[in-house]
């Protein structure tokens, strides 16, 4: 990957994407093979990642989500004044800021998701890990955050690599996308996707080279599901 990528892996249940994430965000070890981060080392402190689930702190504020977060990362290293105006930042970026004394049971799943977004662009992490961030959302409330995602990311140069079973959804919003197979896993395509940015996503989806890439994708998948 190169910094300020997008990165999509698409694959079956069970083939090991989650897990690939987890090991590359610290919270599992490797049984075998090893990564590197920057090229020589796999440090591990400028990397956040987004779950399925929201993981939001229920007692506390929207706010105050974001801003304890904030108090435990080094490069804030008790800065008030930046905690705050960090905060405010992201709040504003995603619409919440009307919403920033709300405490997470107060608000939609597409706005506590919105808030896990946020917070872990907020930490200003180099790479940016996403699984199936949109899974649980409805079709309306997931384009809503598909835009407000790429807003974020387009102006902040930071590394994805984004996790989804949506064929759709890795094409929309990818530079390039990992196929894999299922288990034992091996990947079957690894592919640049050719649609110029900035992207308007209702456009993207109705131009040719859309289309033939998800045919093509799909059409791969079947095959390999047979074989």
Not at 21 to 48: C, K, M, P, T, Y
Not at 80 to 98: D, M, N, R, V, W
Not at 147 to 170: M, P, R, Y
């Amino acid at each position: 990957m190169q910094q300020g990528e997008f990165v999509a892996i698409l694959g079956p249940s069970g083939c090991g994407k989650s897990t690939l994430l987890r090991i590359l965000s610290g919270l599992d070890q490797a049984s075998s093979g090893e990564f590197f981060i920057h090229e020589h080392d796999n440090i591990l402190s400028n990397v956040a990642m987004v779950f399925q689930e929201h993981g939001l702190f229920p007692w506390m504020t929207l706010r105050k989500n974001i801003t304890f977060i904030l108090e435990n990362q080094p490069a804030f290293s008790g800065n008030k004044e930046k905690i705050e105006s960090t905060a405010s930042q992201y709040l504003s970026i995603t619409g919440l800021a009307h919403y920033q004394d709300y405490l997470p049971h107060q608000v939609s799943g597409g706005m506590k998701q919105r808030i896990s977004i946020a917070r872990s662009f907020a930490t200003d992490p180099s790479i940016l890990l996403m699984d199936e961030p949109f899974v649980f959302l409805d079709y309306q409330t997931r384009f809503l955050l598909h835009e407000l995602l790429l807003d974020i990311w387009q102006g902040s140069n930071k590394t994805i690599l984004f996790v989804t079973h949506d064929i759709e959804e890795a094409i929309l919003l990818a530079d390039r996308i990992v196929v894999m197979s299922p288990r034992p896993a091996t990947i079957i395509l690894d592919e640049k996707i050719n649609i110029s940015r900035p992207r308007d996503l209702t456009i993207t989806r109705k131009l040719p080279e859309f289309i033939e890439k998800v045919d093509e994708v799909i059409q791969l998948i079947r095959n390999d599901l047979v074989i």
